[in-house]
């Protein structure tokens, strides 16, 4: 099964840094993750279920490209990192 990789910044909201999540893709995977711990959906997703914009999602090292199509085949040695995006000027 697909292992989920927190950055520090939400251990606020969960207890580990990393979880394994049942899913085959990465919306059940999500999903999943968000009826364990509520709190979570609220801090990565907007009102309209967007990945919220100061949220960066990597699936084996490859950045997640849209916010709202979460779609995407999971095998299960597939690594997903969760993180803080950074901005600046």
């Known amino acids: 099964m697909p292992s989920v990789?927190?950055?520090p910044i939400f251990q606020r909201h969960l207890p580990v840094?990393?979880?394994e999540?049942?899913?085959r893709d990465l919306?059940?995977?999500l999903y999943a993750l968000f009826q364990?711990?509520?709190s979570l959906k609220h801090y990565l997703l907007d009102d309209q279920n967007r990945i919220r914009q100061h949220v960066a999602v990597f699936i084996?090292?490859?950045a997640l490209k849209s916010r709202t199509n979460w779609n995407i085949p999971l095998n299960d040695n597939d690594?997903?990192?969760i993180m803080?995006?950074?901005s600046g000027g």
């Open 17 to 19: 840094q990393s979880l």
């Open 60 to 62: 084996n090292n490859q």
């Open 36 to 38: 364990t711990y509520p």
């Open 21 to 23: 999540p049942q899913g």
């Open 27 to 29: 919306s059940e995977c």
């Open 5 to 7: 990789h927190f950055a």
């Open 84 to 86: 803080q995006a950074l």
């Open 79 to 81: 690594q997903i990192y």
